[in-house]
């Protein structure tokens, strides 16, 4: 039986109540996810959308409005790759990449409690869901 958005948005935030973790993780969480994209762009363009598209499915079965309004926020982020020089992109990505995961370590650790993802990888995929799920509930959108 898989399990429902909400389950993991509620397994995801047991180690997410601290407010400054909180802060962290709604800063971090969604450059840590542009970043690895813009990575994966200098290396191939046809591998970002292949690795949108197998999330997407994740996504989709979980709930088809959040993951329309990731791929929503993805795209214009996709097109925005493409009008930069290669290198500076893959180099500046790297810095912020490090950067941001240095953050999320200093969150856990002001938390008192380890990352969701090293329970289960799936929380890698989750994260960005829970910091949308977040601003969904606080515009009252349902998703």
Same mark, same amino acid.
């Given at each position: ?12 935030? %047991? =180690? ?6 909180? %802060?962290?993780?709604?800063?971090? /969480?969604?450059?840590?996810? /542009?970043? $690895?994209?813009?990575? @994966?762009? &200098? ?10 598209? @197998?999330?997407? &499915?994740? +996504?989709?079965?979980? =709930? ?8 929503? $926020?993805?795209?214009?982020? @996709? +097109? ?10 893959? +180099?500046?990505?790297? &810095? &912020?990449?490090? $950067? ?9 650790? @002001? ?31 349902? +998703?």
């Amino acid at each position: 039986m898989s399990k429902s958005i909400q389950q993991w948005f509620d397994e995801y935030g %047991v =180690s997410h109540q601290n407010p400054t973790n909180k %802060v962290i993780h709604f800063w971090c /969480v969604p450059i840590i996810t /542009v970043t $690895l994209l813009a990575m @994966i762009w &200098v290396l191939s363009p046809w591998l970002t959308m292949a690795f949108i598209a @197998i999330i997407s &499915v994740f +996504y989709a079965r979980l =709930s088809l409005t959040l993951m329309t309004a990731m791929l929503l $926020l993805l795209l214009p982020t @996709i +097109y925005i790759f493409n009008m930069l020089h290669a290198e500076t992109l893959l +180099y500046g990505s790297i &810095v &912020v990449f490090i $950067l941001a995961w240095i953050g999320q370590f200093i969150g856990h650790n @002001i938390e008192g409690k380890k990352p969701s993802f090293f329970e289960d990888l799936q929380f890698l995929l989750i994260g960005p869901l829970w910091i949308l799920g977040h601003l969904f509930r606080k515009f009252k959108i349902d +998703y």
